[in-house]
């Protein structure tokens, strides 16, 4: 599975995650400044979306099903054998908060953009590792 958009996609959500790590720069006191956390959080959605569109593809290139949520996108690739469960539950998690962030950016746990970018981001790579394995 190394077509074209699938090596597109994995490359625009590691640009994303690498600007995050970059603004971020293992300092939680940056998510303190507006703009930074805006950066961070506008950074973290594109990598976030950038899964959901590789997900996708793969499912509808492939012809896996038809996903009726963003959510349920990774459903199907567990379904599959794409990806293990607790990759689907990180991603499914990762989509919720892109979802608060966008709907609300008032709204946003600090504590959990933390934790996002400490901790969570690397499951986006991961998935793009489990693609090109697959």
Known sequence: MKD???IRKINS????????????????????????????????HRACKAAIDLSIHIIAEYHLGV??????????????????HSLKLKLKNME???????DDSKK?????????????????SLLGKEILKY
């Open 96 to 102: 919720e908060f892109r979802h608060v962030a966008v």
């Open 4 to 6: 074209e958009i699938i």
């Open 67 to 84: 996903p009726q949520s963003y959510r349920d996108s990774f459903d199907i690739l567990y379904e599959k054998g794409i990806i293990n």
């Open 13 to 44: 959500m590691e640009r994303s995650i690498q600007k995050v790590y970059t603004v971020y720069d293992d300092n939680p006191n940056e998510l303190l400044d507006m703009i930074k956390q805006d950066s961070i959080v506008l950074n973290v």
């Open 108 to 124: 946003i746990n600090l504590n959990a953009l933390k934790e996002t970018v400490e901790n969570d981001l690397k499951d986006l």
